[in-house]
């Protein structure tokens, strides 16, 4: 029973986030509510109608393929996959089977507590069914969704816990986003998750147990959870497990029997005779989207500056961040040539403070609202000790909220306007120069001019000009 190891392959269909669909030129858009808009004779399957492939949606493919490190096939091919359901009008649907676009790639999650490598079986092209939708005695049907462009991505089954399916669709749905090739959105219905799950003592599978259409990476961590420990019971009590299709109810935290499967369904694979092999040439290569993906972004992060797993974590929710990190680092580094002082200075105000301004005032970090140079710029300021950390954080404040140039806030900042400061300037230029002083009491007002230009001396002319004669005019009465 303890020797029961979890082995847990996960299917994942993404909707791709073109303009149009797969075969026709009706509008992709999952936000659509209006039911039967975006339809045409091809998508709703009309007899006598021929698809023609949206080259977009095989770029963005071959580019998630690539970010997965997958072998592309050359040449790979359609098929239909027959099966008979109201969501499908043609009866059957437009995938790729035997000859997908690629096969053999990796993710490498990273978490603070385990390091995994996962391998992809395949990833293929496929249209999306049409929605039902269910009411008491009747369903409707809405095309909208019909043909939208799919890709559907297979893991080996060598996930081990629940913990591990989460951190792997987390991090393959960064990817997603890293690509732009969608929003990968659980609440627009863009990606699903399918799991199957078998207890088996070492390298040996058991018997798998499939649960389908799951959006959210949360429900799918429970549903596995759940799953796992329905299967442990039943061995423990000595009954066996049924290779079947469960769905899952999120409210009770159950799974539930859909339909056994004693056999693998027979689909009638067969050529698609009215679509040529797909061939990827060179206009598709040089359009793809190429990245370094999240989990390279992380290696690399953690050898080049030995930083922490959480601020490893947090640079890389997006590529932006990361790279704001590196150029703010690169820039400070030129003017410090102290790799600790700056990686130090760069984690602190970067994450304690600016990020966290950022969200406080909702604002997307961007180089308009600050360029890294002008970040490190106001950090080498702090580090040679010209401002503090308190103008610091005021200076990121003013430029989020849009009240200021880095630049202007520094030189403001350097400016002496503190009169405490100031009063004890003036008290030195009053002591050194008391013939001036008594001249400017006898009423010769030139006199107070010299004595504000010996304090502008004194500070190298960062005196605040107005607030330095206020203070000497009070100081001579
Ligand atoms: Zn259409």
Redesign the pocket.
């Known amino acids: 029973m303890n020797n029961l190891i979890p082995k847990i392959g996960l299917e994942i269909h993404l909707e791709l986030g073109t303009k ?2 797969l ?4 509008k992709n858009d999952p936000e659509e509510t209006e039911p039967n808009k ?7 399957g009309q007899p006598g109608v021929l698809p023609v492939l949206n080259k977009q949606a095989v770029i963005y493919a071959y580019s998630l393929a690539k970010a997965l490190k997958m072998k592309i096939n050359q040449k790979s091919l359609f098929a239909r996959k027959h099966y008979f359901y109201p969501d499908l009008p043609k009866n059957y649907q437009i995938s790729q089977y035997e000859h997908p676009l690629a096969v053999e790639g990796e993710v490498l999650v990273i978490r603070e507590n385990f390091r995994k490598k996962v391998r992809i079986r395949r990833l293929h092209l496929e249209e999306d069914t049409a929605s039902n939708i269910h009411f008491a005695n009747y369903s409707l049907i809405d ?1 909208n969704r ?2 939208i462009p799919l890709v559907e991505i297979v893991t080996e089954p060598e996930l081990n816990s629940a913990e591990e399916v989460e951190a792997f669709a987390e991090d393959l749905v960064l990817l997603i986003r890293y690509l732009k090739i969608s929003d990968a959105s659980a609440e627009k219905g863009q990606i699903r998750f399918e799991a199957n799950i078998s207890l088996g003592k070492g390298e040996e599978l058991g018997t798998k147990v499939e649960i389908k259409n799951i959006a959210k990476i949360k429900s799918l961590k429970n549903a596995v959870l759940t799953e796992i420990e329905r299967q442990k019971d039943l061995i423990s009590k000595g009954e066996k497990i049924i290779q079947e299709t469960r769905g899952y109810d999120e409210i009770k935290n159950i799974t539930f029997t859909q339909r056994a499967k004693e056999f693998e369904e027979d689909y009638r694979y067969f050529p698609e005779p009215d679509l040529p092999p797909l061939i990827i040439d060179q206009e598709i290569e040089n359009s793809a989207v190429y990245v370094e993906t999240p989990w390279d972004k992380r290696l690399r992060l953690e050898k080049e500056y030995n930083l922490d797993y959480q601020t490893i974590i947090l640079l890389t929710q997006n590529p932006f961040l990361s790279h704001f990190f590196e150029e703010s680092f690169s820039e400070l580094y030129k003017f410090t040539s102290n790799f600790e002082e700056t990686k130090k200075l760069i984690v602190n105000f970067m994450i304690n403070d600016l990020l966290g301004l950022l969200s406080k005032f909702r604002v997307e970090l961007s180089e308009k609202i600050i360029h890294p140079h002008e970040f490190a710029h106001l950090l080498f300021n702090f580090y040679q000790e010209k401002i503090s950390s308190k103008v610091v954080k005021e200076a990121l404040e003013k430029t989020i909220k849009g009240e200021g140039m880095i630049e202007d806030i520094i030189k403001e900042k350097e400016k002496i306007s503190d009169a405490q400061v100031l009063s004890n300037i003036i008290d030195e230029v009053i002591k050194e120069n008391q013939k001036i002083v008594q001249d400017y009491l006898a009423g010769k007002d030139k006199s107070l001019e010299f004595l504000i230009g010996e304090v502008m001396k004194k500070t190298k002319g960062r005196a605040d000009p107005k607030l330095t004669r206020e203070i000497l005019i009070d100081a001579l009465r």
């Open positions: 149009t669909k075969f026709c030129a009706c975006n339809i045409c004779p091809i998508c709703t095309f019909s043909g």
